[in-house]
């Protein structure tokens, strides 16, 4: 159900970026700082559930700009896209319109590890995303620089020590409101570019640095323990001086298989995607790299990049003597210039040149635009709780890379639960979490918040224990009920349609449980199919449907009257079968960590005086880490089955104390200032 | 140090028992995200065994099932195939192994239905025969029965304590029991993992590791990297040679290690304390050279004991201080080690040296602080002027938190009677605690892990052709199968591995 057109952006946005004037002295519900994938997923989402948002970014024109790689999804990270859509977000959408080369990574490994992909046109990812704000009730958004944040006395009945009241921008002392504000700066706070021995204040190359005040609230304000992290990015090729002959043709998918569960088919036709070319580092790169390295500053520092992204510095002096893979991939339908996936790199200009000319499609190639390393600041995302609000702090939330971890996906993923809580918790609901067991999403945020990071955070689907169950077919059904019901952040088009999609499924899989046959008969049935008759027991047709080479189909053409008409779910009931006997064994596994994750720690307790018996060890671990539930504290290294029984004891006498319900369902509690 | 924290979660633990699927079962449920409710307790899927009486002098032995198998070993092991006796109703039954039939013993068997149970589960006691080869083919026999695996410390008071069958007093001391059993079965699980056993089990352990993160490498960045085909091959070969060694090793009856039985009691202190003498005297024969030379002992010298009745098996230990002499400091580790394992520790100290309160940093003060069972033993109180004793008496007092304290001679046997007393009431308290030093419990344990650990290799192998994610889930269960015995892995670890192995560069 993909729109037919995007409306001409340009004249539409003048009168939706207000002069910053107009908004001061007025009071908004949640305040987005940062356009990029989280900001934007995080104001969306905010103002689904119900809130007056305001989005403010340096320049409007790049909203939704993808500052890095012209890519979307891949194994982990599409699974995280998978479930940013099931919650409504905007990504998957943005994707399956701005694709235009899709593929399934991992397609001969299972399932439950396939991961969704598209290389982007930059422009249109750019122009749906900005469209989709634009056309988001309660949703404003203002161009403007953010010199600070308004801090005060924190609500004496909540835990915290300070609480947030707005922002003032940089440009005068206009402050603006709100109840919530949301972080989303990526590399801009305290950032500095760096190339060859050049260093700069900013965030991204073309844009003005940030202020240094808001990362002086933070730390100084606030009392938040920051750290510093860095990444980079490749140089620009000029496409036509690439000799593509000589690298090796990579085709998309003959069907390209959107992301969203509201998509049957993609923006772009399957005969008009750009394919992508593979090619391979030489012995001349390696030497170039060394011959420079007292010419790169961003290398020498020690500061963490991650291990699984690094520069082809580091590739090349981790493991040498190696021809590491570079690919060369469409930057866009109508662009000139190729993105070498692979080659981030901070040498000087003249260097880089040198470096990729050493690899044979690029001989004669030209740089647009030189790459550069970006060291910023991140906070310690250990100081946030899982609905990624500040433990410290009431109303602020942060997301995306200011937590220490790298991606667009998983910055989407923060923004759109960071977002949906600071709207929650402005709009006096209680806030939301993800459990680990249910989602990728539930898997990053409780990482970060009970582990910390030590590099940039990338997701992988090894991270997840119950992989099985969380699969990138099923993101809908694990996610779009609970976005409705319990979060606000669906719209109900999208509930009815996963009802719908829901009990088709159910009915399906009770139809084909209640096929019961003998073996000789399902022999007769399917003759092709090798059905070993020296069981004699009775199978059902969920039990044929896990043979390897069974497919829904047969069945359903073997027995039209009761499954023919869920051919549209064969894909899904297939994956469903397969699966069932390990999501079965998973499942009270899942049940009983669900049980200790739904008894909260209360934020404020004091654990040194806590009147039961724990060991100092135990209550120096527990108070710094301060985890949000008895599930989070038992995970922790270092506390003993004895500490999480007393715990659980603790829990139950003052859960008991307090058996008073604090909220009524639906009803939304607001305070009227004018 | 072995993290033995069964009761709580862990990355990548899941039940692993045969979960049959049911016919003509209610409609499907897909997966659903809501919580129903929430339970009143936090019942457990699995089903537990333990051995909850104490061993020793023990005529009769108890053995406890709780969960929702608990009806099937009924069944299986006390031939009650048609009905269930009737509730909480002792009844004489030959008690067989289910896999060969054989009688294992005859004894009273009890079932109690859930709710009205100790656990509040299903529950059912076997009452043997207390000789340790019957308890062993018992627990054995359990161990095989579907569904069912030795409990592990605290679990049946835990799910006693959910199910609120516990006094209010009862659960106040709940966490220091637990703590007292997990500590208990560290120290089990310590001396076993020290030999030649703990050696095996660890390199299966690195050799598994590699192998889910060379799986879970090529999972996530095969398609992107040069991660060669040929990386699934070696983990083929390295699977298939670890099912089958440990299967070998399950077969192999005779390969388990002979486990030192008894109440493991280490005398440590300072050279030339009188560590030497007290072993004598205790076992009453010349077993240890003693000489006036500091540092005369120096390998460990083990008798068994039978006190009061009681197996202990006593050590004497080099005397603890630094030196340059190689063997002496190889002497002065293995005492470490030896009270590092120990249920019991007797110290020793010289009672006529000018301090005999223990600095900070010497062997009696870490065996406080680190909470162990110990005894100090002030010797040579014959060389004691009446005017020091009670300079010593008053000092004592002033000290809250000491151990026992008694003062003897090994020289005039002043006080030895006394001592004897305190050691045996000390000795008779931890053999009544069925988990301390029960090895045959700690080998069920094990070989339950290990039996889990190769079905799920052979998981790997049934879906490695057709479903990778299926494969690797079957190397991830093996990996905290045996994680339950040689220490938990973290997500971290094998990405750690995977970096190190590959330049991944996506």
Redesign the interface.
Known sequence: MLRKKLPFLHSLLSPVSRHVGHLTGHQYDVIVVGGGHAGTEAAAAAARVGAETLLITQKIHTIGALSCNPSLGGVGKGQLVKEVDALDGLCGRAGDWAGIHFSILNRRKGPAVWGPRAQLDRQRYRDFIQSELLSTPRLTMVEGSVEELLVTEPNPEEPGHHRVTGIRLANGSHAISARSVVLTTGTFLSGSLFVGQTTSPGGRIGDAPSSAGLSHTLRERLGLRTGRLRTGTPPRIVKDSVDLSLAKLHLPDSHPTPFSFLNTHTHCKPEEQLPCYLTFTTPGVERVVRESLQLNCHIQQDTKGPRYCPSIESRVLRFPGRSHQVWLEPEGVTSDLLYPQGLSMTMPPDIQLRLIREIPPMRRAEIHTPGYGVQYDFVCPTQLSPALQVKSTQGLFLAGQINGTTGYEEAAAQGLWAGANAARSALSMPTVTLSRTESYIGVLIDDLVSRGVTEPYRMFTSRAEFRTSLRPDNADLRLTPKGFEEVGCVSSVRYQESLRVRNSLQDALTALQALFLSTSSWKKKLPSVPISETKSTLLTGLDLLQYNDVTFEMLASAFPESLSSFMEFAQRLKIEAVYKPHCDLNKKEIERIQREENMSLPQDIDYFSLPVSLSDEVREILDRVRPSTLGAATRLEGITPAAVVNLLNYVRVTEKKKETPQYFDGERVREDTA | MLPL????????????HT?R?S???P?????S???DG??AA?A??DTIFALSSGHGRCGVAVVRVSGPASATALRCMAGFTQRLPPPRTALLRSITDPRSTEVLDRGLVLWFPAPRSFSGEDSVEFHIHGGPAVVTAVLQALGSVPGLRPA???EFT?RA?QAGKLGLTE?EG???L??AE?EAQRRQALRQMSGELGRLYQDWSDRLKRCLAHV?A????S????IEDGVLNRVDVSVSDLQAEIERHLKDERRGERLRSGVQVVIAGATNAGKSSLLNKLCQRPAAIVSPIAGTTRDVVETALDLGGFPVLLSDTAGLRDSSDLVEREGVRRARERVEQADLTLVVVDSHLRSVLPDTGTVPCVCLLMHRLCLLVLNKADLLPEKQRQKLDTELRGVSGLPAVRLISCQTNEGLKAFLTVLHSSVKTLCGDPLFGAPTLTQARHRAHLQRCAAALAQYQR?RD????????GVRLAVTSLGRITGRVG??E??DI??KDF????
């Open positions: 924290r069964p009761v709580c979660g862990g990355i990548w633990r899941a039940a692993v979960v699927m016919r003509g079962a409609p499907y449920r897909l997966f995200s809501t919580c929430a339970p936090l457990d899927a592990e410390a605290g835990r304590f659960v709940l966490g220091d637990i703590h997990t879970e090529f999972i996530d960045f398609e992107d990297e040069l879906y057709t479903d990778l994610a299926l494969a690797a889930e997500a971290e094998i990405l995977i970096f330049c991944i560069g996506k």
